[in-house]
C-alpha cells in the first residue's frame, strides 16, 4: 500500500524523515507570498502561522476509523523521524496539515510538505522535510505573485435558495414536534470563472480581509474560518464555540444595537447553550480542571457578528490535538442536538455531500500540540475544472427559527468567499 492511498484498516508503515528547523531572515509579512502556484497549504492568523509546500508524507483516509488512523499513522511518523528544531516552538519540527470529512465516508487527509516556513511573534524559520536518503537543504525563499480572478459567474448548487428555505421549514416542523432540538442546515454555491483560479488570489485578499480568522489551504480546499474547534499548547486545552449570527450593516452605532439584540435572542442563545455544552461535554473526560463561561461575548467580524464562548481546560491525558478534534467533532456548532438524530435528518433532507465544509481542518506538531479549526467560510476547488469552485454556508435551526433568516445568514455568510474572488 502506498501513502497515497486511503487507511481503511491496520497499520501502515511510515516513512522515516529527516526533518530540520533553522531560523530564517527575509520572509515576506504575508506568509502567503511565498505560496509556489501549485499545492501550497496555509495555516496563516494576524501574521503567524505557516506555509508549506511539496509532500513528503501524505495520508489519506476515510470510514469510521479515520481519526484514529491519523493519529496512529502520525505517531509512527514522528517515533520514525530524525528532528534537529532549532526553534523550539509549537509548529516547529515535524508538522503535518490536515483536514477530514464532515462524514465518515468523505475523505480526509494528512499531508507533510516538504518545506515549511513558520513565523511566531517575532520568530521566523524554515523547516525542510525529506527522506533520509535524499536529505534537503534550505530552499531559497522566493516570493510569487498570484494571477487575479475575472468574470465570475455565481449559481445554485444542489438547491435553490427557495428550495433550502423549504427544507428549513421542515426543520423547524421537526424540531417543534420533539424529534430533536436543533439541526444544522448548509447549503452551496458554485463559482465559475473564465481563466482557471489561481487559488493564493483569494487566499491573500481572505487573510488581508479577516486578519482575526484562521486562513487555511489544504488540498484545494482554502477559507477563513472564525471558529476554533481545538487547541492544544503545553497542557492547555482551548475551544471557540460560535453558535447565533447576525448580519453586519456599515454603520456602526446600528451594529453596535443589532449586538444588543443578538446578545439578548433567546433563539440564538438557545442555539448558542446546545453548542457549548456539546463541546464541555466532549472536552470533560480530557481535561482535569475547565472554564466554561455563563454567557456568551458578541465576536465582531467585518461582516458578521456571532455569539461566541472559549472553553479552556488543563489537560489530564496525552491526547493529542488531533484525538481531541476527533472527541468534540461533530459538535452541536455544524450538526445538532442530539447529535445523531441531527446527523440522519442532515442525511435525509440537506441534499448534498458536505465533503470537508464543517469537518476538521488544521494541523499538529510532532508533540501533539496544534490547533483545528472547523472549516467555515470555505471554498473547494474542483478538481476536474480549475475553473470551479463550490462555496459552502450553513445555519442552526432551533425552534424559534424563521427560514428566511436563515437563508439570510447563509447569504451573509457566503460573502467573504465571494468577495475574496473578485477582482
Known amino acids: 500500500m502506498s501513502l497515497s492511498e486511503p487507511v481503511r484498516s491496520g497499520r501502515l508503515a ?17 506568509l502567503i507570498d511565498h505560496l509556489p502556484a501549485e499545492g501550497g497549504l496555509s495555516w496563516v492568523r494576524r501574521g503567524d502561522g505557516h506555509i508549506g509546500w511539496g509532500v513528503a508524507a501524505r495520508l489519506d483516509v476515510a470510514g469510521g476509523n479515520r481519526f484514529q488512523d491519523a493519529v496512529l499513522w502520525w505517531q509512527e511518523l514522528v517515533g520514525a523521524a530524525v528532528v534537529r528544531d532549532e526553534i523550539g516552538v509549537p509548529g516547529s519540527g515535524l508538522v503535518c496539515f490536515g483536514s477530514f470529512g464532515f462524514t465518515d465516508s468523505d475523505p480526509g487527509e494528512l499531508v507533510v510538505p516538504e518545506v515549511i516556513v513558520g513565523r511566531r511573534g517575532g520568530t521566523t524559520w524554515v523547516t525542510t522535510i525529506s527522506p533520509a536518503s535524499s536529505l534537503a537543504g534550505p530552499p531559497d525563499l522566493v516570493t510569487h505573485e498570484a494571477s487575479p480572478v475575472y468574470d465570475v459567474t455565481f449559481s445554485d448548487g444542489a438547491r435553490s435558495g427557495t428550495d433550502w428555505s423549504s427544507i428549513v421549514a421542515d426543520a423547524i416542523k421537526r424540531i417543534t414536534s420533539g424529534e430533536l432540538d436543533k439541526v444544522v ?7 465559475i470563472a473564465e481563466q482557471p483560479i489561481d487559488l493564493r488570489w483569494p ?7 479577516y486578519p482575526n480568522c484562521w486562513t487555511f489551504s489544504v488540498d484545494g480546499l482554502i477559507g477563513a474560518t472564525p471558529e476554533l474547534l481545538v487547541r492544544r499548547e503545553k497542557g492547555l486545552i482551548t475551544s471557540r464555540v460560535l453558535a447565533g449570527t447576525i448580519r453586519r450593516t456599515g454603520d456602526d452605532a446600528h451594529d453596535l444595537a443589532l449586538a444588543a439584540s443578538l446578545a439578548r435572542s433567546s433563539k440564538d442563545l438557545e442555539e448558542h ?13 480530557h481535561c482535569k ?8 461575548f458578541v465576536l465582531h467580524l467585518p461582516n ?15 491526547a493529542s490535538a488531533l484525538g481531541l478534534a476527533a472527541a468534540l467533532h461533530p459538535s452541536a456548532a455544524v450538526c445538532g442536538t442530539p447529535t445523531d438524530v441531527a446527523r440522519d435528518l442532515i442525511g435525509e433532507i440537506e441534499g ?22 472547523i472549516a467555515l467560510r470555505c471554498g473547494q476547488a474542483d478538481p476536474t475544472d480549475a475553473r470551479r469552485i463550490r462555496l459552502f454556508a450553513g ?14 445568514e447563509t447569504n451573509a455568510k457566503l460573502v467573504p468567499m465571494r468577495d475574496a474572488l473578485g477582482d
Do not use: Y
Not at 442546515?185 to 463559482?191: P, Q, T
Not at 447553550?273 to 473526560?285: H, N, Q
Not at 480542571?289 to 456568551?296: A, D, I, K, L, Q
Open 395 to 408: 445555519a442552526g435551526i432551533v425552534a424559534g427559527s424563521d427560514p428566511v433568516a436563515e437563508l439570510a
Open 304 to 318: 458578521v457578528m456571532h455569539l461566541a464562548t472559549d472553553v479552556a481546560g488543563v489537560a489530564n491525558n496525552g
Open 352 to 373: 448534498m455531500e458536505r465533503g470537508r465544509f464543517s469537518g476538521p481542518v488544521g494541523w499538529m506538531d510532532g508533540s501533539g500540540d496544534g490547533e483545528w479549526c
Open 273 to 285: 447553550e446546545f453548542a457549548v455544552r456539546s463541546v464541555a461535554d466532549a472536552l470533560k473526560p
Open 289 to 296: 480542571s475547565m472554564n466554561v463561561p455563563e454567557t456568551p
Open 185 to 191: 442546515l448548509a447549503r452551496d454555491l458554485i463559482a
Open 203 to 209: 487566499l491573500r485578499r481572505l487573510a488581508e480581509a
Open 14 to 30: 511510515a516513512p522515516q524523515l529527516v526533518v530540520r528547523s533553522q531560523p530564517v531572515e527575509g520572509v515576506a509579512k504575508q
